[in-house]
């Protein structure tokens, strides 16, 4: 038997359309009064409140006020064994995966700290706003059964996979070709498709992985196509010449992956700045998606990725944090590092661009845009509700606000956490103020556990 309608009252801006093919206007729906008619997990319908409450008078009713309803925020590429070493100070990316990367992820050999962390990372991501995450694990299978069971026990979709390295890591965070394939493929087949976890392929990248190694993977890819794969492409000049050097006979960096069977559609490449033309022609050609890490590329000093020219010459592009190389939790405080990063590049993106990327677009780089990352009826019901005067300094250019746009750009450029007024995660309120008597404001209980608060 169905369960019962929920009706969400707000603000609700629908981006239905690429923002990047047409203009903003035109891409989008708002509606000042409006719903979101949820049952059974799933959206229903989307539209005017008068219209839906008087379309269905048994809904259950939840009123948002003048909080902005919102596809919940997808990241589409992070690091969740990165959480307690998020914001370390002043290396290069070579030097702070040495620094302070590689230690850290050397103690989720132990499930009880990999399931704290993950249990930690999910809470922080439904308190910023976002309901779906791509994330590396570490070597460790562990890391990948905490992050999964974590994500059950949120209800979030989450795609992730163990992080496959055999060289130029230390001891003790090195698998080998044949593990990396016999373990990935063990967690494929447990994990893949069950409840709403997908599982990700994940050569972490080129250098710390032998040609064996990524010709295993390439393997297991071709047997299971449907899998996304991801991993990381030209994030810093040193980093490119290192892969020239390691891999002398291959004609530049994407061709590490491409000539052991990384390169198809499902492939998610991060970051993606220093590319040559061709590099370029060949992701777009085989349908790989590049992942914007715009506060990762600023805080490790990787350079400056041109959004719109990528999306111009038809790559599929997501936005990601890149959490701990990024240095924030917060698609708010992502899509105004891509604003800025923009700015620098020559594009000044929209706000419904931005908010299309860290929703729409990052599905579709996860190839999951017919499940998350839309308010179109039949997706799941993964739903973020912001305040658009969450402090004061927001409100009060918010009070001069003369469209949706101007409403909303605020948030993007100054919001925080204090913006996220409610988050749903298939159909079910996981975070604000419930409006029902009985109900009262829930929060993650999972962070101050782990806290011991
Ligand atoms: N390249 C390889 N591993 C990593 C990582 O953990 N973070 C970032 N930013 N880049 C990488
Ligand atoms: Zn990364």
Redesign the pocket.
Known sequence: MSETQTLLLGQVLDIHTNPFTVASDEAAAHERRGAVLVADGRILAVGPADTLRAAHPGARVIDHGEGLILPGFVDSHA?YP?TAIIASWGKR?ID??NTY?FPEEMRFSDPTYAREIADRYLDLLLSHGTTSVAS?CTIHPESVTAIFESAATHGMAVVAGK?CMDRNAPDGLRDDARSAFDDSKTLLERWHGVGRATYAITP??S??STQEQLEALGALWAEHPDCPMQT?LS?QTD?VEWVAALYPGKKDYLDTYEAHGLLRPGGMF??AIWLTNSERDRLREHGAALIH?PT?NTF?G?GLFDTARAIAEGQTVGLAT?T???SSFSMLHTMAAAYEVGQLTGNALHPAQLLWLATTGSACAMRLQDRIGTLRPGSDADLVVLDLASTPAVAQRHARATDIWEAVFPTIMMGDDRAIQSVYVGGRQVLGPATDPGHSRQVPPLIADSLGL
């Open positions: 690091h990165q990316l702070w995966l990367t590396f992080t972490r990248f250098p710390t990381h994030e980093e991060g970051h890490c990762s490790i990787s890149d701990g190389g990024g």
